[in-house]
């Protein structure tokens, strides 16, 4: 579906959730990049997508460029060894992601497996001084079920910080929220984003003022 349907912790996002009641069925993550021509996939254990050595060489980077050790988020690079028209080496893929390496998996594959994708590099926030990914707050936002709408504003101040702005709608007959909704972000997040109540046709337009083609639940203005 193009979206993660998995938290940091493998447990199912509210995403995954529903999808798992709507169909009745396990979900099981994947992730893919056209460019390097194979996939991470999960297996029956639903322990992160698998990562095969033959076929690709994957490393987890800092903002520097150095490799992080395993467990740790960073940017996910990759090298290819299968293709031949194009080759990869080091190629940005712009995710941030971790490894799990906890020995043997249960169905008996030894390779590395590749976490929950938590964000986009060029999407991450610093708000003060704490990294923030958008991601982050969509997940938190998707297990109200009181909001019925929602947009992140991102824009920066004068005070070298980022500045997030989370415009929620809710549905009808919910009262004022904005003050539970404040206290679960900064349970997750560690920082008190700006919480904004508003209706779900402003939210809408503001959704689809960054290109008409797809609404996006995060606008960048920095």
């Known amino acids: 579906i193009g979206e993660p349907v998995k938290e940091r912790n493998i447990s199912l996002n509210a995403i995954g959730k529903r999808l798992r009641e709507k169909y009745n069925a396990e979900i099981i993550s994947t992730y893919g990049i056209t460019e390097l021509a194979t996939s991470f ?7 992160g997508g698998h990562i095969h050595p033959e076929l690709i060489y994957v490393e987890i980077i800092d903002d520097d460029g150095n490799p992080v050790p395993d467990g740790v988020e960073g940017e996910v690079v990759a090298t290819t060894f299968n293709v031949e028209g194009m080759p990869l080496i080091r190629f940005k893929t712009g995710d941030i992601s971790f490894i799990i390496d906890d020995g043997i998996c249960g169905c008996g594959l030894k390779s590395k497996r590749l976490g929950p994708v938590t964000g986009r590099k060029k999407q991450k926030l610093k708000i003060k001084g704490t990294s923030v990914y ?4 969509v997940n938190v936002l998707d297990q109200l079920e009181y909001v019925d709408n929602y947009v992140l504003i991102a824009t920066s101040d004068t005070t ?3 500045r997030i702005e989370v415009r929620c709608s809710l549905k009808k007959g919910v009262a004022d929220k904005s003050s539970e909704i404040k206290a679960k972000l900064k349970g997750s997040l560690k920082v008190t984003p700006e919480v904004i109540i508003d209706s779900f046709t402003n939210i809408d337009l503001i ?8 609404k996006t639940k995060f606008v960048d203005r920095r």
Request: with cysteine; charged share 25%.
């Open 207 to 214: 959704q689809s003022s960054v290109t008409k083609r797809k």
């Open 160 to 162: 070298l910080s980022d």
């Open 134 to 137: 958008p991601q982050t707050i």
């Open 41 to 47: 996939c999960e297996c029956v254990l639903s322990k």
